[in-house]
């Protein structure tokens, strides 16, 4: 069922994608980056991507470029940035001066331990277990830890009494009653901004209208909220999108295949099918339609129609998908996007760049038969190479002699005598031999196909012999015919 249609953004939204460069960009992230630049391109709007690196130990400017190239690869363009937290350094510093100018914040001068003493006790006492520093330490105390070399962390001040109503386009109304949220720290002692200082600040001095972000950001946005408002601004809207389960309904992780992006496109799919069912993870449009392509999803995407619940990803699905979306390429669109991916797997490098003009002709022969790129090697790969017989393929050929040398002499006397080696010469001969044996059409074809392509999973005999040429495609019969000759033995 369609979820229900509820409140949408209609004006041009100023959104953007804040990922931590600190692995891969993976299918969450992807479909959260997704569904912040489909807003922007729906309404108009901006699109920022900004890099929440602030984690000096954990980010990497690998990931970081591995974040670009996906995004690149899925089409995600951005309109401003990356900007880069760790180069902001200044920005959050003025905001902690406000915030301390303001007095929503102050310096917390108890250390972890204590902290966390607070925190058992709170439990112990079956309250929740959220710390609060003392404010009211005395100068001669402050004297003191400064020389005992105690540096202070900043809390932000919250009020117990409070509370912050989300009005969430996902979730609706969700109340944070503040007793429940501790004095939560914005910068650490050696004055670097937390998360959820940076965040705010950002979305504050970027001008962030909407904030779309997984559901497991949900707790953090009162936080973000309470320093955006104490620093005189008002916080973006937010849209909470829902986690995204394997198919065994666990949490997507890697045991479940493929999973970052470039995996995806590694493993065969195309960017139109990976967006595809990237906008599916938790948004439909009605209670059928589950092909859009890019253009489409920009006109109707809207996130009103966001799920609640969570998303399943299914890569039997994303085949299914492909699949679909391979089958409306033409055959010059699906040679492009196959030689692509050919040239990035390194098949030009094992068969040479001339192997191109080859690989495009035998487009037609793999396209119907294809679900992922990654499978034209199996298909058609024994094109480029010396004959490698399938022993077992083989073995299917010998089970019955008699049979397979009439199959395969009948059919090499047929192909040596066209004088025109054209598919539909070479279909013409081969089908009217097929009807004076009188025998089945696979059982006829099939020793043929062993023996020119050394496979039982390949292109089809037409076609492969088409594409093999007359030379080739005889001598590769006449040495299965010699070998099953030896073979024979009435
Ligand atoms: N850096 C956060 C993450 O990668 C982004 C949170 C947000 O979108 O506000 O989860």
Same mark, same amino acid.
């Given at each position: 069922?369609?979820?229900?249609?509820?409140?949408?953004?209609?004006?041009?939204?100023?959104?953007?994608?804040?990922?931590?460069?600190?692995?891969?960009?993976?299918?969450?992230?992807?479909?959260?980056?997704?569904?912040?630049?489909?807003?922007?391109?729906?309404?108009?709007?901006?699109?920022?991507?900004?890099?929440?690196?602030?984690?000096?130990?954990?980010?990497?400017?690998?990931?970081?470029?591995?974040?670009?190239?996906?995004?690149?690869?899925?089409?995600?363009?951005?309109?401003?940035?990356?900007?880069?937290?760790?180069?902001?350094?200044?920005?959050?510093?003025?905001?902690?001066?406000?915030?301390?100018?303001?007095?929503?914040?102050?310096?917390?001068?108890?250390?972890?331990?204590?902290?966390?003493?607070?925190?058992?006790?709170?439990?112990?006492?079956?309250?929740?277990?959220?710390?609060?520093?003392?404010?009211?330490?005395?100068?001669?105390?402050?004297?003191?830890?400064?020389?005992?070399?105690?540096?202070?962390?900043?809390?932000?001040?919250?009020?117990?009494?409070?509370?912050?109503?989300?009005?969430?386009?996902?979730?609706?109304?969700?109340?944070?009653?503040?007793?429940?949220?501790?004095?939560?720290?914005?910068?650490?002692?050696?004055?670097?901004?937390?998360?959820?200082?940076?965040?705010?600040?950002?979305?504050?001095?970027?001008?962030?209208?909407?904030?779309?972000?997984?559901?497991?950001?949900?707790?953090?946005?009162?936080?973000?909220?309470?320093?955006?408002?104490?620093?005189?601004?008002?916080?973006?809207?937010?849209?909470?999108?829902?986690?995204?389960?394997?198919?065994?309904?666990?949490?997507?992780?890697?045991?479940?295949?493929? =999973?970052? @992006? #470039?995996? !995806? $496109?590694?493993? %065969?799919?195309?960017?139109?099918?990976?967006?595809? &069912?990237?906008? +599916?993870?938790?948004?439909?449009?009605?209670?059928?339609?589950?092909?859009?392509?890019?253009?489409?999803?920009?006109?109707?995407?809207?996130?009103?129609?966001?799920?609640?619940?969570?998303?399943?990803?299914?890569?039997?699905?994303?085949?299914?998908?492909?699949?679909?979306?391979?089958?409306?390429?033409?055959?010059?669109?699906?040679?492009? =996007?196959? @030689? #692509?991916? !050919? $040239?990035?797997? %390194?098949?030009?490098?094992?068969?040479?760049?001339? &192997?191109?003009? +080859?690989?495009?002709?035998?487009?037609?022969?793999?396209?119907?038969?294809?679900?992922?790129?990654?499978?034209?090697?199996?298909?058609?790969?024994?094109?480029?190479?010396?004959?490698?017989?399938?022993?077992?393929?083989?073995?299917?050929?010998?089970?019955?002699?008699?049979?397979?040398?009439?199959?395969?002499?009948?059919?090499?006397?047929?192909?040596?005598?066209?004088?025109?080696?054209?598919?539909?010469?070479?279909?013409?001969?081969?089908?009217?031999?097929?009807?004076?044996?009188?025998?089945?059409?696979?059982?006829?074809?099939?020793?043929?196909?062993?023996?020119?392509?050394?496979?039982?999973?390949?292109?089809?005999?037409?076609?492969?012999?088409?594409?093999?040429?007359?030379?080739?495609?005889?001598?590769?019969?006449?040495?299965?015919?010699?070998?099953?000759?030896?073979?024979?033995?009435?």
């Amino acid at each position: 069922m369609a979820p229900p249609q509820r409140r949408n953004i209609t004006t041009p939204a100023r959104v953007r994608f804040a990922p931590s460069p600190t692995g891969l960009l993976h299918v969450g992230g992807a479909r959260t980056a997704l569904f912040n630049w489909l807003v922007a391109r729906n309404t108009g709007g901006t699109f920022v991507l900004r890099l929440e690196d602030t984690d000096r130990e954990r980010s990497t400017s690998e990931s970081e470029q591995q974040i670009y190239r996906a995004m690149e690869w899925l089409g995600l363009d951005w309109d401003e940035g990356p900007y880069r937290q760790s180069e902001r350094g200044e920005v959050y510093d003025e905001a902690v001066a406000a915030l301390r100018a303001a007095g929503a914040v102050y310096a917390s001068w108890e250390t972890e331990e204590e902290m966390d003493a607070q925190r058992a006790a709170a439990r112990a006492d079956k309250r929740a277990p959220v710390v609060r520093g003392r404010r009211d330490w005395s100068d001669e105390d402050v004297a003191r830890f400064e020389a005992e070399g105690r540096r202070p962390v900043w809390r932000f001040a919250v009020d117990p009494e409070g509370r912050t109503v989300i009005d969430d386009y996902v979730r609706g109304e969700v109340t944070f009653e503040h007793s429940a949220i501790e004095d939560f720290v914005v910068a650490r002692s050696d004055l670097t901004p937390t998360y959820n200082l940076a965040a705010a600040v950002d979305d504050h001095a970027m001008g962030i209208t909407h904030a779309l972000r997984g559901e497991d950001h949900l707790s953090n946005t009162p936080k973000q909220m309470m320093v955006i408002r104490a620093l005189g601004g008002t916080p973006p809207e937010y849209a909470h999108i829902p986690l995204i389960l394997g198919p065994d309904k666990k949490r997507l992780s890697k045991r479940h295949g493929a =999973a970052s @992006v #470039e995996e !995806l $496109r590694d493993a %065969g799919y195309v960017r139109d099918a990976v967006v595809n &069912a990237l906008a +599916l993870l938790g948004w439909s449009y009605d209670d059928k339609t589950t092909r859009f392509t890019v253009e489409e999803l920009i006109e109707k995407f809207s996130v009103g129609r966001i799920s609640r619940s969570p998303a399943v990803f299914d890569l039997k699905k994303l085949d299914h998908i492909n699949g679909r979306v391979l089958r409306t390429l033409n055959d010059q669109q699906f040679a492009d =996007a196959l @030689v #692509e991916w !050919l $040239r990035r797997d %390194g098949f030009f490098t094992r068969h040479g760049d001339e &192997a191109e003009d +080859l690989v495009r002709r035998s487009v037609p022969a793999v396209k119907r038969k294809m679900t992922r790129l990654n499978e034209y090697e199996t298909l058609a790969g024994w094109l480029f190479t010396d004959l490698q017989m399938d022993p077992e393929a083989w073995q299917g050929i010998e089970a019955d002699v008699k049979l397979s040398l009439q199959c395969v002499g009948t059919g090499l006397g047929r192909l040596e005598a066209l004088p025109e080696w054209t598919q539909p010469e070479i279909k013409h001969a081969l089908q009217d031999q097929l009807h004076i044996l009188g025998s089945n059409a696979r059982e006829f074809l099939e020793p043929l196909r062993i023996s020119l392509t050394g496979s039982t999973i390949s292109t089809g005999i037409y076609e492969s012999l088409d594409l093999m040429g007359r030379e080739e495609s005889l001598r590769r019969l006449r040495l299965a015919l010699s070998r099953l000759a030896e073979l024979w033995d009435p």
